[in-house]
Structures are given as C-alpha cells and as structure tokens.
C-alpha cells in the first residue's frame, strides 16, 4: 500500500516547474522591477521562487526550481533585432501583478520588426503546460503571436491585451501550450514582429507547469484508494473482548 | 507630462527613463550589446513629438565597442538602433 504510494509520488515528482520573470534590474517595482513573490502562483496559481531573466541575449541562463534549488534546465534567447528590456508605469497593475507584468522585452525595434526566440533546455521528461505572458506592459491592444513549435496542438495562440489590471485572463494577458519532453529535448517560444509596428510586442515571462501523465496519477490513485480503504477497515473492526 | 529623460549607466545596460512632473517615472528602458558587455549612456535628447534619442557606446558582438543611438518612443518602445563603428 504505502509501496503504490511511494510510486506515485515518485512518478509525479518527475518533471521540473518554473516560474520566470523577464525583469528589468533597477528601478522602482512599479515599473516592474525585481521579481514576484515566491507566493505569487500567477495565472497557473503556482507558487514557488520566480527566477528573474534579464536582457541578456545569446548566452544559456540556468534555471532555478521552484524551491530555488539549482537544476540543468536553461532557457537561451535568440534575437535577429532585440528591443531590449523595459518597463512601463501601468498603473492598473501593483504589488506582484506588476512585478511580472509592467516590465517586458521588447520582441524587436518598431520600426525594423524581427524574431524572438525562447529555447528552453535540459528539462526532464514529462508533459508540461507552457504559459507564456504577451500583454503589452503598456497597457495597449497589441495582438501577438505566440508560436511553440514543439506544442501538441494550437502551436499558434494570439494574445490581444490591454492587460484588465491584476488580473490574468486567458489570450489576453497569456497563451498555454502543452508540450511533451523526452530524451532531453527542449522546446521553443518563438514570437515574431513585422516591421513598421505601431506599438510592438513585449513578453513579460513565462510558467512552465509539470503536468502528472495519466499514468502516474492512477498509479497514486489507486495508493491512494488501498489507503483510505485499509483505514476504513480498520475502524470498523469489530472489537474483540477479552473474557 | 514633464518630460525628462535621464541617462545612467547601468551595470552591462543603458537606462532611459522620462519622469512626469511629479518625477515619477513613466517608463524606463535598457539597451544591451549583443555581447552583452559593458554598454554606457551616454547623451539624452528629446523631440517635440517627444521621442527620446540616447545615445552611447555598446558592446557588439564582432565588432568591440561601438557608438550606438537608440530612438525610443513616447511610451517607452525601442523604435529603431543604429551603430556606428569609431
């Protein structure tokens, strides 16, 4: 019993989480500076230490797990025309929602357009839900193609904005892939800007979600279901007297 | 809106940022070399559509230190980056 249950939680531990803020270093936090609190679940509502990614474009940046422990996961930013990081006093966003919101990259120039692409690697095999934030930190109506190649399905996902101020909502504020990892592989978050844009794309982070397989849940199931089955037993054992 | 743009260096980044009158800061952007050294602000101007010009020198993959202008515009956005080899 307690053996079935030791498998399950086992089978579910694999798979790493995380939580990133691409963030600006200096400045106030309505402007998004620094990085939300480790209490913040954000729109997967999953707590947990928020790595903070900067302008840093190029080099791989290693990833903390939620707990802050160091893991091989790295995510890799690859720009043909990077607009840099910023952040914008949207005043309908305090406390974390602006930590994680009103501070964004810049997908590319306005006026020169181009590709940004966030190549996570080095993840452990599992299925996991890719939340990606692509609301304008200014506010604006600013449709963005968020596109995953590596996704199951609905690789292509549209966020609009103007952000409803702290508040998340689903292809206004962020998109969510499910992406399958095995054997080491990675996925990307690629978002790419024409030239000549009125207002441009920001992203402001990611959370990447360790999904259960179906698997592992039944596994932990039925431990759980032999548990609660043997304590029920128990109490309604009869009680023997002793003459 | 008082516009006042403020220029500092910033660790490997450049920062801009305009303040309204109150000095609270509307925005604020970094710029960072694709070789992501060390990148100075150096020279800050505002025109009467009240775009932000900055300009410094950057850390540029290839090409070691090169002037830079960044134009960004009233809400904050890099519209476009030119560089300049000395």
């Known amino acids: 019993m307690s053996v079935c249950a030791a498998i399950g939680l086992s089978a579910m531990a694999a798979g790493q989480s995380f939580n990133i803020d691409l963030n600006m270093v200096g400045g106030s936090p309505q402007l998004g500076a620094g990085t939300p609190a480790d209490t913040f679940g954000a729109a997967a509502g999953q707590a947990g230490y928020w790595n903070g990614v900067g302008a840093l474009v190029g080099f791989p940046i290693p990833l903390d797990d939620l707990q802050g422990n160091a893991t091989g996961a790295t995510v890799i930013k690859t720009a043909d025309n990077p607009g840099g990081i910023g952040g914008f006093n949207f005043a309908g966003n305090t406390g974390d929602f602006a930590l994680l919101l009103n501070d964004a990259e810049q997908v590319a120039t306005l006026v020169d357009g181009g590709t940004m692409t966030y190549t996570f690697s080095g993840l452990l095999s599992g299925q996991y839900e890719v939340y990606t934030y692509a609301a304008h930190l200014a506010g604006l109506l600013s449709p963005t193609p968020v596109f995953v190649p590596e996704a199951s399905h609905s690789n292509t996902q549209i966020v609009t904005g103007p952000m409803p101020g702290n508040a998340f909502q689903y292809l206004v504020t962020h998109s969510i892939h499910a992406v399958s990892i095995s054997g080491g592989e990675g996925f990307r978050v690629s978002i790419t800007q024409p030239p000549n844009h009125p207002q441009g794309m920001t992203i402001n982070g990611f959370q990447i979600v360790a999904v259960p397989e179906p698997g592992s849940a039944s596994v932990l199931a039925f431990g759980i279901a032999i548990l609660l089955c043997r304590q029920t037993q128990t109490r309604h054992r009869p009680v023997r007297r002793e003459k | ?86």
């Open chain 2, 1 to 86: 809106m008082n516009n006042k743009c403020i220029a500092a260096a910033f660790f490997a980044v450049g920062l801009c940022s305009v303040a309204t009158a109150q000095f609270g800061l509307t925005w604020s952007a970094q710029y960072n070399g694709t070789a992501n050294g060390q990148d100075r602000g150096r020279v800050v101007a505002v025109d009467k559509q009240l775009n932000t010009y900055v300009a410094g020198a950057a850390a540029e993959t290839g090409s070691g230190i090169d002037m830079v202008v960044v134009k960004y515009s009233p809400a904050g956005s890099q519209l476009w980056r030119r560089l300049f080899q000395p």
